[in-house]
Every structure is written in C-alpha cells, then in structure tokens.
C-alpha cells in the first residue's frame, strides 16, 4: 500500500524562501520510478515543478531553474518496498509560484519520461493530498 504525505506549504513575502517535503512509501515492483514535485494554481492545469528519478538524476522547470532545488533520501529498498523524502527548497519566490503543490510518483519508468516536460501528471501512480503555497506581492 502505498503512501504520499506533502508537508511544509504556507505564506510568504515575494524573495521569501520555503520548503517543501514529501515522504512517500510503496510498493516499487522495479527499481525504476519517478517521484516529484508538480503544482496547479486555480484555473491552471497541474504543472511539473522537480522531479527526480530513481537513478538519482533530477529535473526543472525553466521556470524555476536556479531558484528551486530537490534534496533525497532513499530510505529503504528492501523486497521492493520503496521509501523515500524528497524535498523542495524554494528561494526567490514569485507570486506566480503560489499554487497547490504535490508530491507524486510514477512506476517503471525511465528517466527520459521523468522531466517536467515529459512526464504527465495523469499518468502518475501516487499522490499526495497537497499543500498550499502563496506568495505576495
């Protein structure tokens, strides 16, 4: 049974910093996965933000290239039972950054379907249920 917890969201000024954290638990089946950070502001179509894949590469959106990063800690892989935290360091925010941002994963895939602009959010197999980020003006 797999597991998706986000943790961290709130408010803060434009320039301000925040971040993120995900844990996530499941049932890996192969050692090939994705998990990631996306958003969705009201209105907007959830977005891919960072995402990482099990081989240890990660990903950004143009967007926030420069100003977010992800930090991992593959906590356990053991009978093909995944653990993992991932999280998202947020600096120089823009109040086009605020929106629901979420923790997914995504079984056996290859790296190549695990960037922002590849991956497709309909196809993950896990999520979180979202934390809210706002950033003022």
């Known amino acids: 049974q797999a597991h998706v917890v986000e943790s961290g969201g709130g408010s803060v000024e434009a320039g301000g910093s925040l971040r993120l954290s995900c844990t996530a638990s499941?049932?890996?089946?192969?050692?090939?996965?994705?998990i990631g950070w996306f958003r969705q502001a009201p209105g907007k179509e959830r977005e891919g933000v960072a995402l990482r894949h099990s081989g240890g590469r990660a990903s950004y959106a143009d967007s926030v290239k420069g100003r977010f990063t992800v930090s991992d800690n593959e906590l356990n892989v053991s009978n093909n039972y995944a653990e993992n935290t991932l999280d998202l360091h947020m600096d120089s925010l823009k109040p086009e950054d605020s929106g629901l941002y979420y923790c997914?994963?995504?079984?056996?895939?290859?790296?190549?379907?695990?960037?922002?602009?590849?991956?497709?959010?309909?196809?993950?197999?896990?999520w979180g249920q979202g934390t809210q980020v706002t950033v003022s003006s």
């Open positions: 499941f049932n890996a089946y192969s050692s090939s996965y994705c």
């Open positions: 997914g994963v995504k079984l056996y895939v290859l790296f190549p379907e695990c960037t922002p602009t590849t991956a497709r959010y309909s196809e993950f197999d896990y």
